[in-house]
């Protein structure tokens, strides 16, 4: 068996495949522990896969935190446009939903699979399953990358092993151990874009229910820092885009404050005041309809402060008064626990971005050794972005391959 390459590619995510994909003129094999490819592509998006999104590049530039440099070039040089002409030329198009968000037009996340493996076959990229990569060392300039069974031999290296999140789909973690070995520093790693749950949480009747464009902060170093989006009560705790973006900066232990209206304190303290004198009889759940809020939500808020909901609004005392808006507007809650790896969509932190060239996707440290994907120190929010870097990262390696 033919144990020489000129590149080997470790992992059968999109920015391993897609790297492997686009480049010309070379031996290119792919190692891919799992018994079939990019187990977490087909489960991505609830199995639909949210492949990218719409908006310009600025745009995307506000997606990755701290990121933005980094991820600059690549997502300038394989734009999210580019990766669905790719997509449509090889007969998938995609449809947008009203959030900007892209998806396969057969809503199957295999049919962009089939696309990707297809394209392996057309361009003679080699792809060996069962095959765990488990060291890989360096001597002169040619790579020896060790598997249970074979030790291979290349000359570049392209690390695509994503990070640690969905653990069962194959992502343990192996590509810091391999960069570790190479020098280079891991920012320690948590999990993003997970849910949370809260201590003592008392909404636990009302699962379910979601909310749109609710205000979640917390204080960090004297600073507030706020997100903005949909989310659901669970069962502990919360989850939804406006939760699990926020997550990356959330901790255990924190406190959170979140306004479950879009209404201001005051102007749910004025409406509660008009009512009352317009007409005492009527209830304060009636009244608080205004706050658009569902109405079991309203049941539970009440509830759980001690307040009948069919109490007459006269009847309020100015306290109970200041409480609910509290309740409404300036809930504090303290955060459980974010919930870990095996329920977090992805990985924050990994290898370190100083450390590789933001142009290339080349190691700073070691020649001919590249990262794509989530194996490095970024993550995007949710909405398509996190794939999407993982196909331009991927592309920008073969780029710099092909030079
Ligand atoms: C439930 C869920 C839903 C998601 N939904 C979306 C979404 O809709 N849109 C979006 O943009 N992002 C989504 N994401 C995130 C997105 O799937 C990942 O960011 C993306 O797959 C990362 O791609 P990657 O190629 O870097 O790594 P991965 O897709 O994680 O692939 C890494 C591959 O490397 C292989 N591997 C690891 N170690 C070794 C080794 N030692 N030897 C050989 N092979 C190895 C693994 O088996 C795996 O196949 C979701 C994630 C999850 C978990």
Do not use: W
């Not at 999140?165 to 343990?172: C, D, F, Q």
């Not at 969509?345 to 142009?359: H, I, P, Y």
């Amino acid at each position: 068996m033919k144990n020489y390459f000129d590149v080997i590619v470790i992992g059968t995510g999109p920015a391993g495949l897609f790297s492997a994909i686009n480049i010309k003129n070379k031996s290119v094999l792919i190692l891919e522990k799992n018994s079939k490819p990019a187990k977490k592509l087909l489960i991505s998006g609830a199995g639909r896969c949210n492949i990218t999104n719409s908006g310009d590049l600025n745009h995307y530039l506000t997606k990755y935190s701290d990121k933005k440099n980094f991820v600059q070039p690549s997502l300038k040089e394989f734009t999210n446009y580019q990766l669905l002409e790719y997509f449509s030329k090889n007969g998938l198009n995609c449809y947008m939903d009203k959030n900007g968000k892209y998806f396969p037009e057969t809503d199957d996340a295999h049919d962009f699979l089939n696309i990707l493996i297809d394209s392996c076959n057309k361009n003679r990229v080699k792809i060996n399953y069962n095959s765990k990569v488990i060291d890989i060392k360096k001597n002169d300039d040619i790579f020896s990358i060790e598997t249970e069974e074979l030790i291979y031999n290349a000359k570049i290296v392209i690390i695509g092993t994503g990070g640690l999140s969905y653990p069962t789909t194959g992502t343990t973690g192996d590509g810091y151990r391999f960069a570790k070995k190479f020098g280079h520093k891991i920012i320690p790693t948590r999990p993003a874009l997970t849910s949370i749950k809260i201590r003592d949480y008392s909404y636990k009747e009302i699962e379910g229910i979601s909310l749109k464009k609710i205000t979640i902060s917390k204080i960090e170093n004297n600073k507030t820092i706020s997100n903005t989006g949909d989310i659901v009560f669970t069962r502990n705790g919360f989850s939804g885009p406006g939760i699990i973006d926020f997550s990356r900066f959330l901790n255990n232990d924190d406190e959170i404050l979140i306004n479950f209206s879009e209404l201001k304190g005051e102007e749910i303290e004025t409406n509660i005041l008009n009512e009352m004198n317009k007409n005492g009889k009527v209830s304060i759940k009636k009244v608080l309809k205004s706050t658009n809020l569902p109405e079991r939500l309203l049941e539970q808020f009440l509830l759980n402060l001690g307040i009948e909901d069919d109490m007459q609004i006269s009847k309020l005392s100015k306290e109970n008064r200041k409480k609910i808006v509290n309740e409404i507007v300036a809930k504090k809650l303290i955060i459980d626990k974010v919930n870990g790896f095996n329920m977090a969509m992805v990985t924050a932190g990994g290898v370190d971005t100083k450390e590789v060239n933001r142009k290339s996707m080349e190691s700073k440290l070691i020649e001919n050794l590249f990262f794509v994907g989530e194996v490095l120190d970024v993550d995007g929010d949710t909405g398509g972005y996190n794939v999407q870097f993982a196909f331009s990262s991927g592309y920008l390696a073969a780029k710099k391959i092909n030079l």
